[in-house]
């Protein structure tokens, strides 16, 4: 058990339509990172959060991406006027202390019709 | 910005043989080093990692890695293969920026 928790594991979807995803941590994570990871890719840096400062995003997160860890603990992930071309996993993963490895969740398959 | 390469994006090897997966990596500052292991609709688990001690890291599941900073190089070997390691292996590096950068992945397949 990483400890890492992510909810759904999959989503279907119209396009158009707005996704939400959730990433849980337990509470000794205090950096958590999204990234997303195409089919024969490795995951691609999203944005990652310092408790519950969101302390960068990567150009990959336009405009229709939106993250928050509001009370530093779960955070979410929000895809707006989603497109075919967001299906993909999103990889949730959370670094403890000054821990340099980072634990990650089962992911979120989106598929986007 | 940090880059790892991971050379060859399948690797076939017989059950019991030699596996060898490699990485090499881009850093201007001493890096942390980490090789993960992800098998179909998971996430990544942590196989084994390198946080400037030894140079030769021994990790889960039989798994190893040498640190060779004149190589910039995080290579992981097995010295004997098993069916259940057929999985997708990333190589990461991290440094004090805490962002971690992922290569791109091998595929292993481990031939009965």
């Known amino acids: 058990d990483t400890g890492v928790s992510q909810d759904p594991r999959h989503k279907i979807t119209k396009r158009g339509q707005n996704v939400t995803f959730r990433c849980d941590p337990i509470s000794e994570h205090n950096r958590l990172y999204w990234y997303r990871q195409t089919l024969g890719q490795g995951p691609e840096f999203l944005t990652y959060?310092?408790?519950?400062?969101?302390?960068?995003k990567s150009r990959l997160l336009s405009d229709r991406f939106s993250a928050e860890r509001p009370k530093g603990s779960f955070s979410t992930l929000e895809i707006q006027r989603t497109e075919q071309g967001d299906s993909a996993m999103y990889l949730c993963?959370?670094?403890?202390?000054?821990?340099?490895?980072?634990?990650f969740g089962a992911g979120t398959r989106l598929s986007v019709l | 910005a940090q880059s790892v390469t991971q050379l060859g994006s399948h690797v076939s090897v017989s059950e019991g043989a030699l596996v060898l997966l490699r990485c090499n990596y881009s850093?201007?500052?001493?890096?942390?080093l980490f090789w993960y292991v992800q098998y179909p609709n998971q996430g990544l688990q942590l196989l084994l990692k390198y946080t400037s001690a030894a140079t030769l890291v021994k990790g889960i599941n039989g798994f190893e890695a040498e640190f060779k900073k004149s190589e910039t190089s995080f290579h992981l070997t097995k010295p004997s293969a098993h069916m259940s390691d057929a999985a997708e292996y990333f190589c990461?590096?991290?440094?004090?920026?805490?962002?971690?950068?992922f290569g791109t992945g091998t595929s292993l397949t481990v031939i009965p």
């Open positions: 850093s201007s500052v001493p890096p942390y």
């Open positions: 993963g959370a670094t403890r202390g000054l821990e340099a490895i980072q634990y």
């Open positions: 990461a590096v991290s440094d004090t920026s805490n962002q971690f950068y």
């Open positions: 959060f310092q408790n519950e400062a969101q302390l960068e």
